[in-house]
Nanobody, 125 residues
Framework: QVQLHESGGGLVQAGASLRLSCAASGRTFSNPTMGWFRQAPGKEREFVAA????????YYADSVKGRFTISRDNAKATVSLQMNSLKPEDTAVYYCAADPKLPGPSWKSGDLNSWGQGTQVTVSS
């Protein structure tokens, strides 16, 4: 099992940037791919981005492509999500996840091994 803890959420205006971080501990070697999901009020949880162990393979939802960038620092066991040009529709609780599956369409199901508790991101118009 991997323990995940998100940080960096907050309240920003539309067009601003925000950086989320997720610290991992535990059996990270067995869940090498890490990523982000989000869930807005009244909506289902949706995939945002994922990154492979070495950082070479990344996969993004179409809704964030070109605005969000996922990265990781394996020495610190962290994964980050740089969010630029934020829109009100980006408002959601953002969750970190870890799983053995490589980044790709299979991540969209949300059937993953480990999850964090989430951090709130609110974008005002």
């Amino acid at each position: 099992q991997v323990q995940l803890h998100e940080s960096g959420g907050g309240l920003v205006q539309a067009g601003a940037s925000l950086r989320l971080s997720c610290a991992a501990s535990g059996r990270t070697f067995s869940n090498p791919t890490m990523g982000w999901f989000r869930q807005a009020p009244g909506k289902e949880r949706e995939f945002v981005a994922a990154i492979s162990r070495g950082g070479v393979v990344t996969y993004y939802a179409d809704s964030v492509k070109g605005r969000f960038t996922i990265s990781r620092d394996n020495a610190k066991a962290t994964v980050s999500l740089q969010m630029n040009s934020l829109k009100p529709e980006d408002t959601a609780v953002y969750y970190c996840a870890a799983d053995p599956k490589l980044p790709g369409p299979s991540w969209k199901s949300g059937d993953l091994n480990s999850w964090g508790q989430g951090t709130q991101v609110t974008v005002s118009s």
